[in-house]
């Protein structure tokens, strides 16, 4: 920092951010909780204030808040959409000044040095926020002062503005834990009769280093400004969009065309220099009467190469309905993946690029999970010694191993009418409206369900499994359930 | 006297050919081990059975299969089209259920010849179109004398072809040496 400017600091507390964000989902009237489940009990995760004054805490098992307040109401919590509203408050506090960082899980901090005047002075500023917050719905405490430590302990204890290089003075009255400082500390320091922050700044400070080690001071210092501390502004993630507004409005798919390739180039520079590859793309034309055409392109692996991309379009273009004109083209990447630059290599690569850009061709009409491929499982269950994957989102492995030989096709297994119960292979047998006469069986080949795995078609027991050649040709697989006597037929040999 | 088999089965390539009968789908896989490069295997999502990629690991590796899954015929003829317009699978396998046009047999024949891929239908007896190259009945035989362990000793007939004569041979699959043999015909 240079000279002339003093640093100044806000901290901004949300005390019921879980809360306030469920109750501005769905507003209620009344006493209202959010439950987590933690060790075998739920307790509460978050209160509003009308519950508060009932007498509820954080923390409280839940069946012990409904019994002191029956008509408590309350949702389940969810801490990982707390995390993105904080974080899309953060990005509201950028409003406000380019600095701004998170505290904790349930505040803000932000470096307003040189940027209150814009705002026609702190206390301005403090109201414009105090302002926004409350329309939104939010509780917040606000606290300003010279360091992080100073606006920290403003905004938990007692909601104030500490004036220039006053640090001292704002905080005095305040009790030490508004210090940061841990519980055992806290306790430790009220046995010595050090309660407020005056206090502790008047006592000795060898004699409290020995006694609570350096952490203490420092948090000390860092209140009043002798030490300092930093905020860290959280980096932006990489926004990829590009769009272009045209003076004139266009209609030709050669035209618009033409400037999806302008954007595409746009966009895979932006990518290139992020190490990164677009797995789906939306394109948006707007039309002259505002109305939205979109073309989703999803590939079937991550690219970056305008010239193999662009193609790929041409099928999405064919359903898009011009009306009076197109007046404005967004591209966005809806999705991407990391894709690091790789080593040019001598053996030519060509032929899988051509296949992957076919996947991508044939999944834009019948979706790009429907192309599968399978991949080797470990289980001794017929239907269960392969996976299937969508072949976009898959690599291919070859770690098949076969010890004896299986059938080409397998189907659900097709019981065979008729009473054959009995352990040794039937002489003649109907399937499929056809009489088939047995003419060598090999087996049996014994395989135990997976007791581990629930599965319905297995609840027949164990199966023996016999390949059965017929006269008439045809060679099947068929097996026996010794445990409910019975034969189906589950397969047939290539 | 039969014609020479090899006249007429590594099939011709850039062509649609069809096949019919009970081990349709052997002939299906023994093209696709012959194929160089993956292979597109076009079925009909409703199908109860599946393929089982331990049954055609005899024959090929089943990492250069890709399976689409396709909701009607309409959609299995356009990716057909479109994986054979593109060239970069050299076998094209599709599953017929409904008859096939003479529009859409040669629309397929034609972009068979764009792309130098072969395509092969699989069509339940009689629903071919008339655009095909070839078309053959497969069926499986009883083998009298030897106990056949890995695979199904099959007649496959030539009933159609428009380059050359028809002929019926037997031929049973070899699993260690990944070749198809010929069998000569034994009387029952």
Sequence with gaps: MFDGMQRRVVSIWFPRLASDRALRLRPLEGPFALTLHQGNTNRIYCLNRAAEQQGLSRGMPFSDARAFCPDLQSRPSRPNEDRQFQLALRRWALRYCPWVGLEDDDGLVLDISGAAHLFGGEAELLMDMRQSLSRAGISAAIGLGDSRGAAWALAHYGEGRAEVGQALDALQELPVAALRLEEKTVTALGRLGLRSISDLANAARAPLTRRFGTDLLMRLDQALGQQPEQITPLKDPPHYGVRMTLPEPIGHSSDVMAGTERLLTQLCAKLHAQETGARVLCLTLRRVDQDNQQVELRLARPMRDAKRILPLFERGFGDVDAGYGIDQLRLEAVQVEPMPVQQLSHVSTGGKDRLDDLITRIGTRIGLENIQRFLPADSHIPERSYIIAPAAFSVPNSGWATIRSRPLHIFPPNPLLGSHDIPTPPKHFRWRRMSFSTARATGPERIAPEWWLEDDSWRSGVRDYWCIETRQGRRLWLFFTPQSPSWYVHGEFA | ?188
């Design chain 2, 1 to 188: 006297m039969t014609p020479d088999f090899s006249n007429s089965f590594p099939l011709r390539a850039a062509r649609v050919h069809e096949v019919c009968g009970a081990s349709a789908a052997s002939l299906a896989v023994v093209c696709a081990a012959q194929a160089k490069g993956p292979v597109l295997w076009i079925r009909d999502a409703w199908r109860p059975e599946t393929l089982n990629p331990l049954g055609i690991s005899p024959f090929f590796d089943p990492a250069k299969l890709l399976i689409a899954q396709v909701k009607d015929q309409t959609e299995g003829l356009a990716v057909a089209e479109e994986a054979l317009r593109d060239g970069s699978t050299p076998l094209v396998v599709l599953e017929i259920s409904q008859p096939l046009g003479l529009i859409h047999g040669r629309r397929l024949q034609l972009s068979a010849k764009a792309g130098k891929s072969t395509g092969l239908c699989l069509i339940p007896d009689g629903m071919g179109s008339n655009a095909a190259e070839s078309r053959w009945r497969c069926v499986p035989i009883y083998d009298v004398f030897s106990a056949s362990a890995d695979s199904t000793l099959q007649r496959w007939e030539l009933i159609k072809n428009k380059s050359g004569t028809l002929g019926s041979w037997h031929v049973r699959w070899d699993a260690a040496s990944r070749r198809l043999n010929l069998v000569s015909a034994t009387g029952e």
